[in-house]
């Protein structure tokens, strides 16, 4: 089993180690967002829509395990760098370039 706490590393390291994952997984997440409303959108079949749903939901639930698994420091900084990944890629207000969020 992959755990993100080791007993040599200090609390402060793993919270560091769950902030960047944080960032990365939810950088992925959103981007992920974005094509599964576009695939939605463009009405050209269920399958792949849903499978990308899956495994965006995958993804973060799978982050957020490891996190916890390394105690409460690391999963509020997980967390944290899983808001700070949406803050940094979903832009309310402004339209892409062909109508779609």
Do not use: D, K, S
């Amino acid at each position: 089993m992959i755990v993100l706490a080791q007993p040599w590393m200090p609390t402060a390291l793993m919270a560091l180690a769950a902030l960047a994952a944080g960032l990365a997984g939810g950088i992925v997440y959103f981007r992920a967002l974005r094509l599964n409303a576009r695939l939605w959108l463009a009405g050209r079949g269920v399958v792949l829509p849903l499978l990308l749903h899956a495994g965006r939901l995958l993804l973060a639930g799978g982050l957020f395990v490891l996190a916890a698994q390394a105690g409460a420091a690391a999963l509020l900084a997980g967390f944290a760098g899983f808001l700070a990944a949406r803050r940094l890629t979903v832009r309310p207000g402004v339209a892409e370039p062909g109508g779609v969020a």
